[in-house]
């Protein structure tokens, strides 16, 4: 599985962020394994999507076995439940020696702990929050800057 040109990926939850990314590592020419507890979440995947779907509990080790995560390149987890984000990216880490871990993170109180774990997390809110912060600038700029002095 492990090959230079492509990486072994596998992505937890297959909702709304990770069918987008199975959805684009896949077409991308990756090997993607797409875990969810829900077999109609795979309705998300495109036509093209040519991985693997494992229905099942990633919150069971079994599953994580099943899926050959030693094997692993990269392991993306983006259920919409911090704590099991973070117990299946520890796990991919210490048990599973994955050199790469990523995880969503809604909570952003909670980044600094997956921090302290060494784990790469993307938190949605902030990222949103700098978002509109950064519309709202640029919209109070214009309209001080096309008002009449
Ligand atoms: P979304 O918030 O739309 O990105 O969806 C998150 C996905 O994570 C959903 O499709 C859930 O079914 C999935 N999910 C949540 N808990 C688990 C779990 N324990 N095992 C596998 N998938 C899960």
């Known amino acids: ?12 939850g297959c909702g709304r962020l990770g069918s987008y990314l199975a959805n684009n590592l896949s077409s991308s020419g990756h090997s993607v394994v797409v875990i969810d507890k829900e077999e109609s979440a795979f309705d998300s995947l495109s036509s093209a999507y040519s991985g693997f779907r494992i229905a099942g509990d990633a919150a069971e080790f079994g599953v994580l076995k099943q899926v050959k995560m030693d094997k692993a390149d990269l392991v993306i987890a983006t259920t919409q439940e911090d704590n099991l984000n973070l117990m299946i990216a520890q796990i991919a880490k210490n048990l599973f020696d994955v050199p790469k ?49």
């Open 101 to 149: 871990v990523m995880a969503r993170v809604f909570d952003p109180k909670r980044e600094k702990i997956y921090r302290d774990f060494d784990i790469e997390t993307i938190c949605p809110t902030t990222f949103a929050g700098d978002l509109f912060l950064e519309s709202v600038i640029l919209y109070f700029k214009t309209k001080v800057e096309g008002s009449p002095s």
């Open 1 to 12: 599985m492990k090959s230079h040109d492509s990486l072994y990926i596998i992505i937890v």
